[in-house]
């Protein structure tokens, strides 16, 4: 029986990742549409406004969709953290470094359930953007609050360039369980992404979660020479400026 709500939840979280790829695409291309139609700049109703409006309610359908099953797949009891990122690793032919500490029956469902995202969204946007094959993820789930970092080697993210969808999402959903993501770059050098969990009632002061910020950081302002020279040597050869989303 167990097994089977493994595998029940899992299908349901595919369902989900796939919803939300369709529905980013979708965004992407209505986006584009509205440019078009401003580049016209006639001022006029045109089929071009019509087909945005349809585009516009089928991705409101589609969002209430994957939301949906997203909560299916909560209450079904999904695979542990760790079955569910080597699945995904494995899905997507990333190499993954996973060290994850703790137990995660603490966590509540919806925390467990962010961390699940928010790792997931890293692996997917090493094959997506990063150029490179490798991603680290690390969960310590022994301190309250818990904290999750997902790291890449790859294009990293211009300074200039604006956060897809699939961030948005996370950062809407952290901020409802009172956690913080923070987002650190530096092209040509890589991705690192840090979900901080709630402040704990009991924890002091200085385990509050960071804040969460706008703008992004250097990803390896804080590690030490022989650290940058590591992540330099593992980083990909490949034309850089590629984004998340």
């Known amino acids: ?30 986006a584009l549409l509205k440019g078009w139609r401003e580049a016209a700049g006639n001022g006029k109703p045109s089929e071009l406004d019509r087909a945005i409006a349809v585009f516009e309610q089928v991705l409101a359908e589609l969002r209430r969709l994957m939301r949906t099953v997203s909560q299916v797949a909560a209450r079904s ?60 993820l690390a969960i310590d789930l022994t301190t309250c609050p818990f904290v999750m970092t997902a790291r890449d080697w790859g294009a990293g993210i211009q300074p200039d360039s604006q956060f897809g969808g699939g961030i948005a999402l996370l950062e809407a959903l952290a901020d409802e369980c009172g956690a913080a993501l923070r987002i650190s770059s530096q092209p040509g050098l890589g991705v690192e992404l840090t979900l901080t969990g709630p402040r704990c009632v009991l924890a002091p002061d200085a385990h509050r979660p960071i ?7 250097s990803v390896v302002a804080d590690e030490s020479p022989g650290s940058r020279k590591r992540v330099a040597a593992r980083r990909p050869i490949g034309p850089l400026g590629q984004q998340i989303t």
């Open 211 to 217: 804040r969460q910020q706008s703008e992004l950081s």
């Open 77 to 136: 009891q999904p695979v542990s953290l760790r079955e569910s990122f080597e699945l995904e690793a494995k899905a997507n032919g990333i190499d993954l470094e996973l060290t994850l500490a703790g137990k995660e029956s603490w966590l509540s469902r919806a925390q467990a359930e962010l961390i699940r995202l928010t790792g997931r969204e890293a692996i997917r946007n090493v094959k997506r953007h990063a150029g490179s094959k490798q991603c680290r």
């Open 1 to 30: 029986m167990g097994a089977k709500v493994r595998r029940g939840a899992s299908a349901s979280l595919r369902l989900a990742v796939e919803l939300h790829d369709v529905s980013g695409d979708l965004a992407i291309g209505i």
